[in-house]
């Protein structure tokens, strides 16, 4: 198996981004769902087109705008996906990850993920915030992976540790910016999937069996690929809807639903992004 980009492709892709802005990021965020308007507020702004980017493939889910925006925020000097690729788009892990292994060719330090998730944990409800601490990788586990093939060393080792991926300090940096700002955060363990569509009452069953508090499409690809290259990594996840674990229930997900919940969810989650990002500008 060959690596779908080299060590060459991902620099040129970076020297391109280099060559488009005179800020130097050292944060890279990558905004989920209903996230977008966030980047309407870096200042000083860069915006570069994923179509224009060698190698970027296209943002295709209609609430993901297709953008990278550079500047600052919150005294923080970021570069900013507005909008991110999925698995299920029909990219290759290769290609849903790229961003984040050109974002550490650029010099970026720190990566904060975002997305938008379904409640497993029965205590969880529409409309929390739950920190990431941890993942279970059932796509990774069956096979589909971005680390496979031959490793590019000088992102990270051939068998990276993954208990550690979501930064300690981080997490706690962001519990303490919540408390100063009266918000409540849940903490649990994100299962990845592949989508695209919602789950059965029986895997719902089967991620709390697991030890799953949240499910979604997204995050756990980018979070390994970044812990390879020993990025520090922030993970936050907006429950949009609880997961049905009962057959022929009435109701059902549906993708509206989400994005409805997340325009409530949406003002807290900014508010709590541009705290963390203000207390990492005060240490940089």
Known sequence: MQPEFTLEQYDEAAAFIRNQTAHQPTIGLVLGSGLGPL?????????????????????TVASHVGQLVIGTLAGAVVCAMQGRFHFYEGYSMAQV?????????????????????GGVNPAFAVGDLMIMDDHINLLGMAGQN?????????FGPRFPAMNRTYTRRLRQLADAVAVEQGLSL??????????????????IRMARVLGADAVGMSTVNEALVARHAELDVLAISTITNQCIDVLDSATEPNHEEVMAAGKVIVPRLTALLLGVLEELSKKS
């Open 39 to 59: 980047a309407e507020q870096i200042e000083q702004a860069d915006v570069i087109p994923y179509a224009a980017i060698p190698y970027f493939p296209t943002s």
């Open 97 to 117: 990850t790229l961003p984040v292994r050109v974002m550490a060719r650029l010099g970026i330090k720190t990566l904060i993920l975002t997305n938008a998730a």
């Open 146 to 154: 971005p680390l496979m093939g031959p490793n590019l060393e000088t």
């Open 186 to 203: 849940r903490h649990g363990v994100y299962l990845g999937l592949s989508g695209p569509f919602f789950e059965t009452p029986a895997e």
